[in-house]
């Protein structure tokens, strides 16, 4: 039995396979009506995320399954008094999988170790989302045919949008693939990130020019840039603007880029710009939908089997995240894993974060 | 592809094919079993409605479709911070048919013209509910097999209550149509009910007496009266009781009467006349679910168009309304139409109110 | 028609048949998959019990059924000015069955009586839980192969808690069983359940102790004991470790005792128990799955008919509970039972307490 945690849970053999699948049900949806036929999916969502609750439960529908919902003060009820652990094994009995959205980061793993069904993270704080990514590189594949020697630009907060670290990483495992990184000094990547790219030896640079940017671009990913970002007000003012994506700039861009955007948009791409044909956006929602049938599919009828991880370790010791479920889990104990290269680093093999010290 | 916002949308010989679709239904309920087999209807509630949600979700199901449900927290953390442009879009990804209840006048329009898929007007705050009138339609038309030469009673607060103004609009296109309408003084029709009846020259007379008009009755439609209407509590006090229907006035009432409620009742009809054979309110529940079903189906197979509408004028004004989308919806652009024979007179899109001057 | 408000509305031939109709459906799934195929359940949960509510749906949906669901919010709305009646009423419109939990005592009976449609009390406040009651009895039944001649441990706060009264209502009718009720003294079971037991001539012992009863249980019952249940709170530190159920008091039981809990748990059962073939509480859930399927299909398909009761008493009195749904429901009249043997003795028909004097 397997769950989905994290985009590299998967290998990009098993997200070829996925996007093949997701490909075949676009064009042959009639075979894929009943493969889910009296199996259940539980939405979890102790934490509001409509948009991503509905494609999950959608994407059930589509297969014929059946979906039970639990939400808003229901999920509270839920929460109250509970652990995640006996939750997850409670739900165990009356679904077949579960799709589960948490504010604490690890959670969705919390779940995982005690559920005896499969378990899919749609978000643990602001840890992972793997199905956003699953979407967005789905979106790529089939705007561009390929994701090898394509130049991606991201744009707006790259310091705290967990779906743009979550896509560097998954693209950073594809021969290539160059980075630009489009934002505000303020908002730059996090250092951990610029590192891992540096040590992998994938191109990037920074910029804080879209304009610059935009004419070698094969793909534009476009995040929201919030104003609570900001210490200094009048920065935030003087940049707001150079980040929003007009007609006017898209005449930069070369006539085949795509635009992607995990929504929801504020004001960072005007509508004028929907009609573009390189407006991807909404057919992303449509893949993302596509990628959640496949990935159901996978977990609750593939034969693969997770990668053995490696022991966990305890050491007797916190997670240094203050948002981390092992801080909150009743009768859960941290544990940690040594990081390659990094003399006596532990990182909690729930949210990733450093052990403390 | 076609959307229901107003009840006048629908030209009255559609009305009756609908209704000759929801007879059908009754007789035949084995042949729509499956009509909806792989759709989705996504009831998007921003706005609670217990009973309309659930009449619309009941429907879909005993089509064989299937429900994707927005309501209550979930529903604020859509509206936060996306358009109902992009909500709507997005959820077309998911669903085959949307059905929205929104608290912003006009709301439902918004959403048509960005869905991909059919609208249904669940209810756009004090300015439209179609479908309710599609049960008191459904309702007087198979308790009395016509729409032609009835006297309908419309009792209780006909100032506010948008169902009455509604239903008047839906019968005043039946020829012989009369109307009696009882009603404190202070909740009398608004004058432009009163002015577009005259003007069809439609008979109708107005009276504070519920005793005087139930012997003339061949329907009586209740609606409640709220205290909050009135300015003079005494004035309230001295009316309540003589629009509460009981089982003594029903003395009065033609054997053959029909009475309705869009409920829900609070004391308004006495729980007493419920046995009564002319009591019709929960008739009209069950007719309310069998006219949604017939509507899915128009909407999802039916061939029909919208009638072309008169073009958008754009006037560089706004709307009067306070509850207007128009005032709300980011980057939507007041738009209006002119008024057959009120010169420069220009009427919103959206919410039907005056242009401000 | 018939519904289920109270364990005691169906004989022991009545529980025998449903028990032996949900081991059916656990040998035979594929019997069972569309059994309710065209039907909808509608879950009315006016106060939050999301285990019990993914339980309701989770059957029907096995059982090929559609749901309906209303909750959080979404209740208070439709609790908001209109009687239970009404809405029991009219959801009788739209479902095919009713599964209705709420925080008022004897509100599923006021439910009942006006719906057209089944109604199962999934929780009427502290009164009444009789499907936790089935999900308990299968669990034994399945466990030992039978009722009879069984020792029975109940653990933990026997005097608040209703499901401990309403397992022992349902054992007394077994020959042979007998009970240890475990707990402090400030939580002993009420005077009203003591007194039944003597009557019945049913042998029980009362004792503080988990250590000495463990050794002779056949069942032990776990419950939670809350904190604010204590005056004294240097007690309620002295007490609450001796009723955590641990490893090392598991060493003092029978290697074939079952252990149960209706969850969810806080603390009171360690989870390294979890592990123990002797901990039945995750059966216990999906046991309460499989009874809750046998008695949608008993109740929407069984032929068996309630009991006659015993008239209603109008006796002018009010119901001295104040959570009884008699003094919140709009129209409703109190009524009552005599008490066999107890001389002007009247109990309210809704909630069972002693009617004003």
Known sequence: MRSLLDILDFSTDELSSLMNRANDM????????????GRQLATLFFE???????????????????????????????AKGESLADTARTVSCYADIIAMRHPLEGAAR???ESATIPVINAGDGGHCHPTQTLADLFTIYREKGTFENLTV????????GRTVHSLIAALSRYPGVNFILISPVELQIPDYVRFSLLEKGIPFEETTSLEDALPRLDILYMTRIQQERFDDHSLYLALKDSYILTPNKMTLAHPEMAIL????????????????????????????KMMRMALIIELLFGKSQPQPGTPPLYLNRLCSNPHCVTRFEYGLIPSFYAVKGEKDTYRCRYCDHLAET
């Open 26 to 37: 676009i064009s042959h949806p009639e075979f894929y009506r009943h493969v889910c036929d």
């Open 153 to 160: 630009g991201l744009c707006g907060d790259l310091m705290y």
């Open 110 to 112: 919390v779940a995982a």
């Open 261 to 288: 955007h995990p929504l929801p948009r504020v004001n960072e791409i005007s509508p004028d710009i929907d009609k573009d044909p390189r407006a991807c956006y909404f057919k992303q929602v449509y893949n993302g």
């Open 48 to 78: 509001p995320s409509t948009r991503t609750r509905l494609s999950f439960e959608s994407a059930m529908l589509a297969l014929g399954g059946r979906v039970l919902t639990v939400t808003g003060s229901d999920s509270s009820s839920m």
